[in-house]
């Protein structure tokens, strides 16, 4: 069944048959299939007054190792929160008595994130929901498709060079 990728790449072979547009099948897919997805993330977010960096910040939190804490270098490495965005984000989650920094007790010039009490509760009630949300929109997919596009979506980010651990 053709998609609006495949009339936009009609187009381009009706119009420029001197350029090799396939890239666009899977850039194009790949940006349409991220506002969609982000949308339905971010309406599961919201029920629990969250956003993505939000969520973010506190997930990388709940799944560190125990005591659940992380320098805000660590924090940025381990999620998906740039460096320009982390201290605004960690100023909200503070200010929402999500989080909290305090003093190293290994190097006290340097500061730990941790979650309290009622960050952990959150982030415990939005991530079922949140990974219900992931489920419902690949339900589509085959458990050997999954497993495929994961791999090849892998491959792909490796190749731009997104060794993040």
């Known amino acids: 069944m053709p998609d609006h990728v495949d009339m936009v790449l009609e187009q ?7 350029l090799d547009v396939a890239p666009m099948a899977v850039l194009g897919r790949l940006k349409r299939l991220n506002r969609l997805v982000s949308a339905e993330l971010d309406k599961t977010f919201a029920r629990h007054g969250l956003d993505s960096p939000s969520f973010d910040v506190l997930a990388t939190l709940r799944r560190s190792q125990p005591p659940h804490q992380l320098c ?25 008595g999500l989080v909290r920094r305090t003093r190293s007790e290994k190097d ?36 050997k498709q999954h497993d495929a596009l ?16």
């Open 12 to 18: 381009w072979q009706d119009r420029r048959p001197d």
């Open 72 to 96: 805000p270098n660590d924090l940025i490495k381990a999620s998906m929160v740039t460096s320009g965005a982390i201290t605004q984000r960690l100023d909200r989650l503070e200010a929402r």
């Open 150 to 165: 994961a791999d090849t979506l892998r491959d792909l980010l490796e190749s731009l060079g997104d060794n993040k651990e």
């Open 108 to 143: 006290g010039r340097s500061v730990v994130v941790s979650l309290t009490d009622d960050g952990w509760d959150l982030i415990e009630k939005a991530l079922p929901e949140h990974l219900e949300t992931e489920h419902r929109l690949l339900a589509v997919l085959t458990a």
